[in-house]
C-alpha cells in the first residue's frame, strides 16, 4: 500500500509538471525527439524518494541502519538533486556539473559510506573478505562517481533510463529482501514506486524526461545503496549483484568512453555515439532499443538471482556469458554503424 501511494504521489506530480512546466528540452542536432518536452520529471522521482525517507526516519525499527549513515545518505542524495535541478534550470557546462558530482560523492564518503573491503565469496583466495585500507575511499570515489555519470549518459530514449531502474531496483529489492537487508529492500521498492508512476508518462511517447534532476539521482542512488546494502544494513548483500543488474549500463558507458578517448576526441563533449544510441540511429524506434535494452536488464536480474545462491569464485562467473553477448552485440552494432556512416 505504500508503494501504491509513493506511485500515485509521482503519477500525480508528472502529470502537473508536464501541464505547468515551462522547463523544456529544446531539440538540436544531438537529440533523439523532435519537438519541446518539459524536462525535470525526476522532480517526481526524487520527491517521492524524501517522502519514503522522512517515513522510514519517524516510524521504521529495526528495518534502519544507525542514523549517521541514514542521513549521509539522505543528505547527499538530497544535495545531488539539488544541484541537478539547478542545472536543468540554468544548463551549465559539464566541467560545473561534474564538480557538483564529485562534491556529492565526497560528501556522502564524509559520512563514513565507504567500502572498506572487498566483499568477495570464500575461497577466492587473496582477495577473500580483504581490508581496501586507504584504497577503499579511491574505489568508492570512482564507483559513485562513475554510477551518476554512466546513468547520466544511458538517459537518452523514451523508458530507458527508468525502465532499467525499475527492473534493476525490483530485482535488487528482492535480493535484498531474501538476504536480509531490510533497509536497502524498503528503499528499493519505494524507488521503483517513484519511478514507476514518472514512467507512465515517459513511456512509449516521451510526453516528459526525467533530466539531470532524475538521471543523476538514480545514477547516485544505485552507486551508494549496494554499499550500504554490503556493509551498514542488517545483513551483507554482495557488492556483485548491483553491477550485474545494471551490467549493460556500464559496459555501454565504459566501451563508448574508452573509445573515444583512444580516437582522440572529446570525452567531455556531447555525442551521439553510445551503443543504445547508434542502435536507434540505425533507423530501430526508441520503442524497439528500449525493449531490447528491458530485456538485457532482466537476463541480468535472472543472473544476480542465481549469482546469490552459488558460493565460493564461481560467482563472478556469472558475469562471464554478459559479457561475451555485449562484446558480441558491440561488434554487430558498430559494423553496422561504420557501414551506414555514423562513425
Avoid at 28 to 35: L, Q, Y
Avoid at 154 to 169: S, V
Avoid at 253 to 276: C, D, M, P, W
Avoid at 280 to 300: D, E, I, P
Amino acid at each position: 500500500m505504500f508503494a501504491l501511494v509513493l506511485l500515485l504521489v509521482s503519477a500525480a506530480i508528472s502529470l502537473f509538471l508536464i501541464k505547468r512546466t515551462q522547463v523544456l528540452d529544446i531539440p538540436n542536432g544531438r537529440s533523439s525527439h523532435k519537438k519541446p518536452t518539459p524536462t525535470i520529471g525526476g522532480v517526481a522521482i526524487v520527491f517521492t524518494f524524501f517522502l519514503s525517507m522522512i517515513m522510514l526516519y519517524l516510524f521504521a525499527g529495526k528495518t534502519m541502519i544507525s542514523e549517521r549513515f541514514f542521513l549521509g545518505f539522505t543528505f547527499s542524495a538530497l544535495l545531488i538533486a539539488g544541484m541537478s535541478l539547478y542545472d536543468d534550470l540554468k544548463k551549465k557546462p559539464f566541467y560545473i556539473r561534474l564538480a557538483t558530482h564529485v562534491i556529492a560523492v565526497l560528501m556522502v564518503m564524509g559520512f563514513g559510506i565507504i567500502i572498506h573491503r572487498v566483499d568477495f565469496p570464500p575461497g577466492l583466495m587473496f582477495l577473500t573478505n580483504r581490508s581496501l585500507g586507504a584504497f577503499g575511499y579511491f574505489v568508492t570515489f570512482w564507483w559513485i562517481l562513475g554510477m551518476i555519470n554512466a546513468y547520466n549518459f544511458m538517459d537518452g530514449l523514451n523508458g530507458m533510463a527508468g525502465g532499467n531502474a525499475i527492473i534493476a531496483g525490483s530485482f535488487f529489492c528482492i535480493i535484498t529482501y531474501t538476504q536480509g537487508s531490510d533497509f536497502a529492500y524498503i528503499v528499493s521498492y519505494t524507488l521503483v514506486a517513484g519511478v514507476a508512476g514518472f514512467l507512465i508518462f515517459n513511456f512509449p511517447r516521451g510526453k516528459l524526461f526525467m533530466g539531470d534532476i532524475g538521471s543523476t539521482f538514480l545514477g547516485f542512488t544505485f552507486g551508494v545503496l549496494p554499499i550500504i546494502a554490503s556493509l551498514y544494513d542488517n545483513a551483507h548483500t554482495s557488492l556483485l549483484v548491483l553491477p550485474l543488474l545494471l551490467f549493460h549500463f556500464i559496459y555501454d558507458t565504459s566501451f563508448t568512453f574508452i573509445r573515444r578517448l583512444f580516437k582522440g576526441e572529446n570525452v567531455f563533449q556531447a555525442h551521439r555515439t553510445h551503443l543504445y544510441q547508434l542502435f536507434n540511429r540505425l533507423g530501430f524506434t526508441h520503442f524497439k532499443v528500449t525493449v531490447f535494452y528491458w530485456g538485457v536488464a532482466v537476463l541480468q536480474g535472472v543472473g544476480a538471482l542465481w549469482m546469490v545462491t552459488i558460493p565460493g569464485p564461481m560467482r563472478l562467473m556469472v558475469f562471464l556469458p554478459y559479457l561475451i553477448f555485449q562484446m558480441i552485440y558491440t561488434i554487430v552494432i558498430i559494423y553496422h554503424a561504420r557501414k551506414g556512416g555514423l562513425l
